[in-house]
């Protein structure tokens, strides 16, 4: 299975680990640590070195409760940083909602927006129609960052994850995108409680009913904290955990911070695939 994006086509038959690189002050894991784009940007080659396939830039921390950053601010952080990314030879994927950054990074040669939103942001499909080569990852949101877990989704959230992501990638579809470059999230820690997410985990695989590659983030969320009982600082092993037991149940695509222990986790779970 391929992923084609604007200057990559990626293969997906060896699960690919995408980098975390977040250029804010304030994401609940990492924030301030590589605001700078030099810090940024030396961030960005460690995580090659240590295995990424893929970086995904941010400049806007999107954890429960956090205001909305203006347009120029985030222009601001993110735009220098993909102008230097894009030559490191990897596929670069920025994590923004707002068209106008979409527009901005994709002109620089970004490969893949990746949307909390699901391009429900006016304009935003737009931009992505008028770059037809670019890859896109839908990612189901229960309301919206500052109040999604204020009241997280009730129900059986399986069917509703699902049914929220095969109508946006229709959608999409239906806008000329082609269904090779849009990947699903179906957006761990996104207005769902605890036990919601791990119900996404378990049953994952009616997600990939769909007919879409499934992109995943556990990473040092909340809800490993929960079980584990371990502050965000302290949640790299189960975080790694989390990565290995969404690829085996499916995943194409696992976004990660801890790239290097990811990479040789999954190492050993493929060795295990060879000889199964």
Same mark, same amino acid.
């Given at each position: 299975?391929?992923?084609?994006?604007?200057?990559?086509?990626?293969?997906?038959? $060896?699960?690919?680990?995408?980098?975390?690189?977040? /250029?804010?002050?304030?994401?609940?894991?990492?924030?301030?640590?590589?605001?700078?784009?030099?810090?940024?940007?030396?961030?960005?080659? *460690?995580?090659?070195?240590?295995?990424?396939?893929?970086?995904?830039?941010?400049?806007?921390?999107?954890?429960?409760?956090?205001?909305?950053?203006?347009?120029?601010?985030?222009?601001? &952080?993110? /735009?220098?940083?993909? $102008?230097?990314?894009?030559?490191?030879?990897? %596929?670069?994927?920025?994590?923004?909602?707002?068209?106008?950054?979409?527009?901005?990074?994709?002109?620089?040669?970004?490969?893949?927006?990746?949307?909390?939103?699901?391009?429900?942001?006016?304009?935003?499909?737009?931009?992505?129609?008028?770059?037809?080569?670019?890859? /896109?990852?839908?990612?189901?949101?229960? &309301?919206?960052? *500052?109040?999604?877990?204020?009241? %997280?989704?009730?129900?059986?959230?399986?069917?509703? /994850?699902?049914?929220?992501?095969?109508?946006?990638?229709?959608?999409?579809?239906?806008?000329?995108?082609?269904?090779?470059?849009?990947?699903?999230?179906?957006?761990?820690?996104?207005?769902?409680?605890?036990? *919601?997410?791990?119900?996404?985990?378990?049953?994952?695989?009616?997600?990939?009913?769909?007919?879409?590659?499934?992109? +995943?983030?556990?990473? &040092?969320?909340?809800?490993?904290?929960?079980?584990?009982?371990?502050? +965000?600082?302290? $949640?790299?092993?189960?975080?790694?955990?989390?990565?290995?037991?969404?690829?085996?149940?499916?995943?194409?695509?696992? $976004?990660?911070?801890?790239?290097?222990?990811?990479?040789?986790?999954?190492? +050993?779970?493929?060795?295990? *695939?060879?000889?199964?």
């Amino acid at each position: 299975m391929i992923w084609q994006t604007s200057r990559f086509s990626i293969d997906l038959e $060896r699960p690919k680990v995408m980098g975390i690189v977040n /250029v804010t002050p304030d994401s609940f894991s990492d924030g301030g640590r590589h605001a700078s784009t030099i810090a940024a940007l030396r961030h960005c080659e *460690q995580l090659l070195k240590d295995g990424a396939d893929i970086l995904d830039i941010g400049g806007e921390s999107t954890r429960p409760g956090s205001p909305a950053v203006p347009l120029d601010e985030e222009l601001a &952080r993110v /735009v220098p940083l993909v $102008r230097e990314a894009v030559a490191l030879g990897v %596929p670069i994927s920025v994590d923004t909602y707002k068209p106008a950054v979409m527009r901005a990074v994709l002109d620089l040669g970004a490969d893949i927006v990746n949307d909390i939103w699901a391009l429900r942001q006016p304009g935003a499909v737009a931009v992505v129609a008028t770059h037809p080569q670019c890859g /896109v990852c839908l990612m189901h949101m229960h &309301r919206d960052p *500052q109040t999604m877990q204020a009241a %997280p989704m009730t129900g059986d959230v399986v069917p509703q /994850v699902l049914s929220f992501l095969e109508l946006h990638a229709h959608n999409l579809q239906a806008q000329g995108v082609k269904k090779d470059q849009i990947l699903l999230d179906p957006g761990i820690g996104f207005g769902k409680t605890v036990e *919601q997410n791990f119900a996404l985990l378990a049953r994952q695989n009616d997600l990939l009913g769909a007919g879409y590659p499934l992109l +995943v983030g556990w990473s &040092r969320k909340s809800s490993l904290g929960a079980v584990a009982g371990l502050d +965000v600082d302290q $949640r790299m092993v189960p975080s790694v955990a989390a990565a290995v037991l969404a690829v085996d149940r499916g995943a194409s695509v696992v $976004r990660v911070h801890d790239v290097r222990e990811t990479v040789a986790a999954l190492a +050993v779970w493929s060795a295990m *695939q060879r000889t199964g």
